[in-house]
């Protein structure tokens, strides 16, 4: 059988399988999962054009890791087959442990990351292809002796980042959110083992960087993709409160395991229950579903969550620099049960309130590292023609509902 396939990218155009054990992987079920996960959750609700999937990301950050590696192979950098074949299917596999609406919940439904479920079925998959994961396994926890490697699936300039910006700008038409992904690429080297961009790119970096920076504030953190996805939060912490106090009603087979126990990493790892199977057996359809069938709930707090996501009758928010006066919450806490006074409603799902940040560039940790022409090496930070000022920025937010006080 042929497994050099072609896929037709509509941000890249065709993407061609490298190696046979891409194509196994990706027929596997635990992959093909990805197809029923979205890439940017309900932000669909603010650009209905974001109804893309993991399964497209991890395809086009595996793409432009066989581009970074060619690249690297042609400036002399020592890449061999093995190596470039356990690199490329650690970028495949990267975010494979990702659950339904991917961060929005995850840790809602487990307390575990999307990274440690990776690696978790990157370990089950290795087993079931007979240890040919092994180097993927070493480079993906950063254990294998050519750092630059693990810098390509997770660092400041990695093949996830390059490939979410650039598909996420796509699909939602925030042209801000372009970058020069080809010329970064171009200008990607390697010095004493560790990846590097050589110094005609740095203004291609400054521009990836405020993209990203552009596209975390208009897009990932919008705020009424921010409310959506917080009134999704409350509406599955409410269903497993009643679902612990005994109403079990309206959730498919697949969630109520994970709502009848409280699963960590230990649980993944004694695989008493094979959670891991169970896990991948979650999508973004069985929490859609849960919120279908709750719409006519007897609780009017979850009813009223349901009915709002699945009509998008949003939560208003509002958002600031500063944290919002305990006073002020009480008065909308009490304005919103002046609203709802015939119903019974749990105000602590209603009115709710939090904070997101963002760094334009941290200089803590690893930095991006420019290559001088003169072959000496820099911090970002310590480039004079940069003009990112790292700087992290909070904005705090308050959601409850749309009410007019005046109807009553």
Wanted: glycine share 6%.
């Amino acid at each position: 059988m042929n497994k050099k396939k072609i896929f037709n990218d509509p941000v890249y155009g065709f993407i061609a399988i490298p190696y046979e054990i891409i194509f196994d992987l990706i027929e596997h079920p635990y992959f093909q999962r990805l197809r029923r996960i979205k890439q940017l959750g309900l932000t669909h609700y603010v650009y209905p054009g974001a109804l893309h999937t993991r399964f497209h990301h991890a395809l086009g950050a595996m793409h432009l890791m066989t581009q970074a590696i060619e690249v690297l192979r042609s400036k002399g950098v020592d890449i061999t087959r093995e190596e470039a074949e356990g690199a490329t299917i650690a970028i495949l596999l990267h975010d494979i442990g990702h659950g339904p609406f991917s961060h929005a919940l995850e840790h809602t439904i487990i307390d575990v990351t999307h990274e440690e479920l990776s690696l978790l079925f990157l370990k089950r998959l290795n087993i079931l292809f007979e240890g040919k994961l092994d180097l993927a396994i070493d480079i993906f926890q950063n254990n294998y002796g050519k750092r630059f490697l693990y810098q390509l699936i997770s660092g400041q300039l990695d093949m996830d980042r390059m490939d979410y910006l650039n598909r996420d700008s796509f699909f939602t038409g925030v042209s801000e959110g372009v970058i020069g992904y080809h010329r970064i690429i171009k200008m990607l080297n390697v010095y004493n083992g560790e990846l590097v961009v050589e110094e005609k790119g740095l203004f291609s970096i400054e521009k990836f960087l405020v993209s990203r920076r552009l596209m975390y504030w208009q897009v990932y953190l919008h705020k009424t993709v921010l409310s959506a996805e917080q009134m999704l939060i409350k509406m599955l912490l409410r269903l497993k409160e009643l679902f612990d106090n005994g109403q079990r009603s309206g959730i498919h087979d697949t969630l109520s395991h994970f709502f009848k126990n409280k699963f960590d990493k230990t649980s993944f790892l004694d695989n008493e229950f094979d959670v891991l199977n169970l896990f991948a057996k979650l999508d973004d359809y069985d929490v859609f579903t849960a919120i279908k069938n709750n719409i006519e709930n007897s609780d009017f707090t979850l009813s009223y969550l349901s009915k709002g996501l699945l009509n998008r009758k949003l939560f208003k928010i509002e958002m600031q620099n500063e944290p919002f006066s305990e006073k002020y919450k009480r008065r909308i806490e009490e304005n919103v049960r002046r609203y709802f006074a015939k119903e019974k409603v749990e105000i602590e799902y209603l009115v709710f309130d939090g904070v997101e940040s963002i760094s334009n560039y941290s200089t803590k940790g690893e930095e991006i590292k420019i290559l001088l022409k003169g072959g000496k090496v820099l911090p970002m930070s310590s480039c004079a023609d940069h003009g990112i000022i790292p700087r992290r920025i909070e904005k705090h937010y308050l959601c409850y509902p749309k009410i007019n006080l005046s109807e009553k």
